[in-house]
C-alpha cells in the first residue's frame, strides 16, 4: 500500500528530501563543534583511524542529538533575544556563565543529554570530538559518515 507521501513526493523528490536530511546531519555535527559543543579535549596528535563501529555509532550519536541540539539551540535563542548565540563549549565554564540564567540551564541541560547520547551510542566524549574534528579535513571519512546517515535514515530507525 502506498503511503501519501508516496503521491506527494515523487521517488526523486524522496531521494533529494533523504540526501538534504543527511547533509544537515553532517552540518549538525560540525555545528556541534562550533555551537554548544560536547565536552572533552581533544588530543591534538595525529587523528586516529575510524572503523566501520564507530561510523555507525557516530552517524547514530548524531542524528540522536540533533533534536535536542535544536531545541537547545532555539530555546538559548528565545532567551537571548535578536542577539547572536555565543559559542558554547560544554566544558568550558566561562562560556556557558557568559549566558544568562535561564540559558546557562538550558546548556548544561544539552551538554549533559549529548554527553549521555555519545555514550549510549558506544563513543566516549573524546573519540566523538576527535571524529568530528577529522570529519572536516578527511573528505573519504565525511563520506562515510554521510552514507551511514543515508542508511540509517532510509531505514526509518536508527539501529
Given at each position: ?35 554548544l559543543?560536547?565536552s572533552?579535549?581533544v ?23 540533533e ?15 535578536g ?16 549566558l ?19 555514550e ?11 571524529i ?17 546517515l543515508?542508511t ?8
Amino acid at each position: 500500500m502506498k503511503n501519501i507521501a508516496d503521491f506527494c513526493f515523487p521517488v526523486s523528490w524522496q531521494k533529494i528530501l533523504s540526501q538534504s536530511l543527511s547533509y544537515s546531519a553532517i552540518a549538525t555535527a560540525s555545528l556541534v563543534a562550533s555551537v554548544l559543543i560536547v565536552s572533552g579535549k581533544v588530543n591534538a596528535q595525529s587523528p586516529q583511524p575510524v572503523n566501520n563501529d564507530e561510523v555507525n555509532n557516530y552517524a547514530q550519536a548524531v542524528l540522536a542529538m540533533e533534536p535536542a541540539r535544536q531545541q537547545a539551540f532555539d530555546e538559548i535563542k528565545k532567551i537571548i533575544g535578536g542577539s547572536e548565540i555565543p559559542k558554547i563549549i560544554c566544558n568550558d565554564s566561562k562560556t556557558i556563565s557568559a549566558l544568562p540564567k535561564k540559558a546557562q540551564d538550558v546548556a548544561v541541560n544539552y551538554c549533559n543529554r549529548s554527553q549521555k547520547i555519545v555514550e549510549d551510542n558506544g563513543l566516549t566524549i573524546i573519540r566523538f570530538n576527535q571524529i568530528t574534528l577529522n570529519i572536516q579535513s578527511d573528505e573519504n571519512l565525511k563520506r562515510q559518515i554521510y552514507n551511514r546517515l543515508l542508511t540509517i535514515q532510509n531505514s526509518g530507525k536508527p539501529r
